[in-house]
């Protein structure tokens, strides 16, 4: 399985950017999918996950009502629109694809399938 994300770049606060994650060798369709970010020296947080079965979605407090996780499964592709970007989003954006509990589709340590990351700058 090979997870690649795109779309990061740099911003002014309050801009909006949208990262895409394109999924190969395996199917979305009965994955929970999640969004990560990573500063150095920082545990890699989640930010938000969607389950591809259409059993819902749910975000991290910081990123509520600014962020918005969706999925194509015909384009095997899981995508994270941010807008009111803040300095403190800040950091290496990565995908998470596995089949995760509920309880534990924001920890990292639960997903085994990752993406090399796209750099987000606020500044």
């Known amino acids: 399985v090979q997870l690649v994300e795109s779309g990061g770049g740099s911003v002014q606060p309050g801009g909006s950017l949208t990262l895409s994650c394109v999924v190969s060798?395996?199917?979305?369709?009965?994955?929970?999918m999640g969004w990560f970010r990573q500063v150095p020296g920082k545990e890699r947080e989640g930010v938000a996950w969607i389950d591809t079965r259409g059993r819902g979605s749910r975000y991290d407090d910081s990123v509520k009502g600014r962020f918005a996780i969706s999925h194509d499964s015909a384009e095997n592709t899981v995508y994270l629109e941010m807008n009111s970007l803040k300095a403190e989003d800040t950091a290496m954006y990565y995908c998470a694809a596995d089949r995760v509990p509920a309880t534990r589709r924001l920890l990292a340590r639960a997903y085994n399938h990752w993406g090399q990351g796209t750099q987000v700058t606020v500044s």
């Open positions: 060798g395996a199917t979305i369709s009965r994955a929970c």
